[in-house]
């Protein structure tokens, strides 16, 4: 029984990869923020302060006009010049896109040889824009970046199947006491250990033997089987 769909090591289960991650795309010197408004935007604020390039340059796009990005592009039909940028970020867009196929395709072209790129998707999460299509499995993000040199798929944070639980509760307020919803998260995957342990020996005791250790079993149904969205870095 193969939980990981044979792209284990493709994922990086370290709780906290994402900064890692995040702040190499966020350090390069010329970076495309895709969907991002403008200079006033969360992403463009995420990037600053993760920078660790005092030579950084952040261009914003976005296709609203109103907005006033640096310049207004679609990413599913992008104008942009190919090989230009030395990292794209790309957080909370690809569901409000109809064919994040091809926005992904332009993310590929519009990257310099070794460019680097860093998403974030939802999976179980909220209806939550007039345009919002899309939710994605940690399989599904693999596939779309297997076009890249090299890529990895991690977690956004440490919630996982708890984060969801509490989000469903509160109908989503505990997002805005994050220190809380982590705590409370990490509640409920800690009581989530004691069925999975017991799921795990009967398992292990029958034909479907699981072929991971109990680590990578438990990570699975905290954090893979149920979470709000995954994160992907990919290099060109």
């Given at each position: 029984m193969d939980l990981f769909q044979g792209i284990q090591d493709?994922?990086?289960?370290?709780?906290?990869a994402r900064d890692e991650y995040e702040t190499r795309v966020a350090s390069k010197k010329l970076i495309l923020d895709v969907g991002g408004r403008n200079h006033q935007s969360?992403?463009?604020?995420?990037?600053?302060?993760?920078?660790?390039?005092?030579?950084?340059?952040?261009i914003s796009t976005d296709i609203v006009e109103d907005y006033q990005p640096d310049v207004v592009d679609d990413i599913c039909d992008s104008h942009l010049e190919s090989d230009s940028y030395d990292a794209i970020y790309c957080d909370a867009i690809l569901e409000h896109v109809k064919d994040y196929?091809?926005?992904?395709?332009?993310?590929?072209?519009?990257?310099?040889?070794g460019g680097e790129v860093f998403i974030y998707v939802p999976f179980s999460y909220c209806f939550h824009d007039l345009m919002d299509y899309h939710r994605f499995t940690?399989?599904?993000?693999?596939?779309?970046?297997?076009?890249?040199?090299?890529?990895?798929?991690?977690?956004?944070?440490?919630?996982?199947?708890?984060?969801?639980f509490w989000l469903v509760l509160t109908f989503f307020q505990i997002e805005r006491f994050p220190k809380l919803w982590n705590f409370l998260s990490m509640a409920i995957n800690l009581?989530?250990?004691?069925?999975?342990?017991?799921?795990?020996?009967?398992?292990?005791?029958?034909?479907?033997k699981p072929n991971v250790s109990f680590q990578d079993y438990r990570f699975y149904y905290t954090h893979l089987l149920l979470n709000h969205g995954f994160c992907g870095w990919a290099m060109k």
């Open positions: 493709k994922i990086d289960t370290r709780i906290n969360k992403s463009y604020m995420r990037l600053n302060q993760l920078s660790s390039n005092s030579e950084t340059k952040i196929e091809a926005a992904v395709r332009n993310i590929y072209r519009l990257l310099k040889p940690f399989s599904e993000v693999d596939r779309i970046l297997e076009a890249f040199s090299e890529h990895k798929i991690f977690l956004p944070d440490g919630n996982g199947y708890g984060g969801v009581l989530l250990t004691i069925p999975i342990t017991f799921k795990f020996i009967q398992q292990k005791n029958s034909d479907r």
